[in-house]
């Protein structure tokens, strides 16, 4: 092959793996930016360790449009950060579904996806979901006071039954 042909060749696939570069790390930027502010909005904290010179605060979300999240956020002069994103197919029942997509970090230049599923589908379903975040954490939180809310009614109702039952069987009433 003659050398401005293979130049050619060369620069063509330069192209090519330049635009898969870009377009990978803007998605995986978007991921670690939008789900960190998801985690820490809505989700819960599941484990804090303070060592003596670093910080270890894990997060959690679970079933949040067929994605649980969860994320590891580090503060150390070693450490970095950790994000994975588990994504259950709407036909799917397998609890938080299986690991998606996995990051660790320090900073942007030195990030390493080490787990990032190229068939599922997984990245345009998480993509439509932030899209509307704002819209999905609104519905989120107002279906979380509905079913906080139902739950103060069962313990309410629940206390006033106990309460009656007590009363009933001091008056002399069968209680079952």
Known sequence: MNTSRKNANL???????????AFRLKNVLRYIKEVSELLS?????????QGSCHTKI???????????????????QFGGNEI???????????????VSFLVYWQDEDNLQVR???????WDAALNLVLDDLQKHIKAWRKKLASDNEAVRQEVNLEQRL???????KRLGIAVS
């Open 11 to 21: 620069e063509s696939e330069i192209k090519r793996l330049d635009a898969q570069v």
């Open 41 to 49: 909005t809505i989700g819960t904290e599941t484990d804090r360790y």
């Open 58 to 76: 894990t997060q959690k979300l679970h079933d949040f449009h067929g994605f649980t999240f969860e994320g590891v956020f580090g503060m150390t």
């Open 84 to 98: 994975r994103i588990f994504y259950r197919q709407p036909t799917s029942y397998r609890g938080d579904g299986v």
């Open 115 to 121: 787990t990032y599923d190229e068939v599922s589908g």
């Open 162 to 168: 106990s309460g009656l039952k007590a009363k009933a």
